[in-house]
């Protein structure tokens, strides 16, 4: 990443504990390819609701928080309130890496996160955990119109995913109403391997992830 591209981690208001923390990400979800009837950079207010590429999701609360800022920096506030503004969210959660490593370096521990993603102005008091993983499967390349004398790693890859559904349909029968879906879920995204149609893959990698129920554990997956 640019040096200049920081994610920007600042107190709204004074006092030694920051126990309030507004969170946001300032990237946006990329167009390409995307048929915009109007420039996607450029908001307009159209029957009092403004139309651009993340206006709601989320950069609407980002600018109200920020409009917001001289205000909550007069208020005697009880519980100090601190910006947390991440970048590149969309494309793979980059800036939050070096937020939380700012955020443990500064002794800030939020008691509460106030995180401006879109829900219809309803209060949603949980958030599904999760992770991103990727597995390498590895075998023994050969011709392909002799199987039994090698190992194919793509084959051994889809074996894999099978697993996985099994996993996720394992996963349904915990669950919790808060959500849509109600359960944790267990998804293969991406698959890479082979390098000809009569070569046994020597290698193929799934990169799959989790989305977890609160109160579930990584141990657990």
């Known amino acids: 990443m640019p040096p200049a591209r920081k994610p920007i981690s600042l107190p709204a208001s004074a006092g030694r504990r920051w126990r309030h923390c507004a969170v946001g990400h300032t990237d946006v979800v990329p167009?390409?390819?995307?048929?915009?009837?109007s420039d996607p950079f450029?908001?307009?207010v159209r029957e009092e609701n403004c139309s651009a590429r993340g206006a709601c999701d989320m950069k609407g609360f980002v600018g109200v928080a920020l409009a917001l800022a001289p205000e909550i920096g007069k208020a005697s506030l009880k519980r100090p309130l601190h910006f947390a503004l991440s970048y590149d969210e969309e494309v793979g959660c980059v800036g939050v890496t070096g937020l939380l490593e700012d955020l443990k370096k500064a002794g800030i521990k939020p008691a509460l996160a106030l995180v401006g993603e879109p829900t219809l102005m309803k209060v949603v008091g949980a958030h599904k955990g999760g992770a991103k993983l990727v597995t390498k499967c590895m075998r023994q390349e050969h011709h392909s119109s002799a199987p039994e004398k090698g190992a194919n790693a793509v084959m051994m890859a889809g074996e894999f995913v099978a697993m996985l559904d099994d996993v996720w349909h394992g996963l349904r029968a915990d669950a919790d109403p808060r959500f849509d879906p109600p359960h944790s879920t267990v998804q293969a995204t991406v698959i890479k391997g082979g390098t000809a149609v009569n070569i046994l893959a020597r290698e193929a990698e799934v990169t799959?992830?989790?989305?977890?129920?609160?109160?579930?554990t990584r141990k657990r997956f």
């Open 208 to 216: 799959w992830e989790y989305r977890c129920l609160p109160d579930a």
């Open 31 to 37: 167009v390409d390819g995307q048929d915009w009837s």
């Open 42 to 44: 450029k908001p307009k």
